[in-house]
């Protein structure tokens, strides 16, 4: 019993340290061929959705490091002077584990805090299916370029349509099982972006999320997102065919003001163009708004 509670005690003392750690720590390896003093830069997205410079370092003996305070989890990018390519990296206040070859940067390594480690699952995932839709779709050009039949073209075509299916179904899922993400947050933000979800299961999924994503600034624009469709799809419900007009007010011939509202029963004409609202009595009217 005494052992277990030693344990414990050391466990949680572990826990208390790692969470107490009040900034971050970039470790990063590289392999392949390079000099020391080679740069390596930490860049963010700015205006223009362009790489904005943030922190410069550079390589000894393959070895690099960054360090820094993030106040919350953000996404980051590590590029290598001539270096094709770059990596993500998901910048958190603890230390942060990197590796990659220099020739395939886009492929590293990264875990050792919660945001990275969900990251690295997320991005083991998507390659995966990435690489099959890659081999459909080379198998699609071959078939393509030498004359295949019909049959199996259109056969190709369709694997790659379901592949693209799953991959939506697994990126939706993925969301939905790891609320605590910031992945998640940024996967969410482009499926409502591209339509891919509906706003209602747009919602349920960010009513999902911990507070800490909702604060995060993709949490954010996720947010804002949501409040615009909401109210795009009122506005279109509001005014399709059908639909019960909207209260408004506006002139009528004679200069008085009336609202569509005490018009209730009545045939009424809008004339937009001159913003007049007239009451007909007894006569058909050009457009009519149900009330």
């Known amino acids: 019993?005494?052992?277990?509670l030693l344990i414990m005690v050391g466990a949680l003392t572990l826990f208390s340290?790692?969470?107490?750690?009040?900034?971050?720590?970039?470790?990063?390896?590289?392999?392949?061929?390079?000099?020391?003093g080679t740069q390596v830069f930490l860049k963010t997205i700015g205006e223009g959705n362009q790489p904005v410079e943030v922190d410069t370092t550079t390589i000894k003996e393959g070895k690099f490091e960054f360090t820094g305070v993030s106040e919350t989890p953000e996404l980051y990018y590590i590029f290598v002077d001539k270096a094709k390519g770059y990596t993500a990296v998901i910048l958190e206040n603890g230390d942060i584990d990197?590796?990659?070859?220099?020739?395939?940067?886009?492929?590293?390594?990264?875990?050792?805090?919660?945001?990275n480690d969900y990251f690295s699952n997320y991005m083991e995932e998507s390659r995966k299916i990435s690489l099959q839709a890659k081999?459909?779709?080379?198998?699609?050009?071959?078939a393509t370029t030498s004359g295949g039949s019909p049959e199996n073209i259109a056969a190709l075509r369709d694997e790659m349509q379901e592949l693209t299916e799953e991959y939506q179904?697994?990126?939706?899922?993925?969301?939905?099982?790891?609320?605590?993400?910031?992945?998640?947050?940024l996967l969410l933000e482009r499926a409502i972006s591209t339509k891919t979800l509906g706003t209602s299961e747009a919602q349920k999924l960010y009513d999902a999320f911990?507070?800490?994503?909702?604060?995060?600034?993709?949490?954010?624009?996720i947010m804002d997102l949501i409040e615009r469709l909401k109210k795009a799809e009122e506005s279109e419900k509001n005014t399709s065919i059908g639909a019960t007009a909207p209260n408004f007010s506006g002139p009528n011939p004679n200069g008085e003001t009336l609202e569509l509202?005490?018009?209730l029963g009545k045939a009424t004409l809008v004339d937009f163009t001159g913003c007049l609202v007239q009451t007909l009595q007894g006569r058909k009217p050009k457009y009519r708004f149900s009330v």
């Open 135 to 142: 081999s459909i779709q080379e198998d699609l050009q071959r």
């Open 210 to 221: 911990s507070p800490e994503i909702k604060q995060s600034k993709p949490g954010q624009r």
């Open 17 to 36: 340290c790692n969470q107490s750690k009040d900034g971050y720590t970039i470790n990063g390896s590289l392999r392949g061929d390079l000099e020391d």
């Open 98 to 115: 990197f590796e990659a070859s220099i020739d395939s940067l886009g492929f590293a390594e990264i875990g050792g805090t919660p945001q």
């Open 1 to 4: 019993m005494r052992y277990s």
């Open 261 to 263: 509202k005490n018009l």
């Open 169 to 185: 179904g697994f990126e939706t899922k993925f969301v939905e099982e790891n609320p605590n993400a910031l992945i998640s947050a």
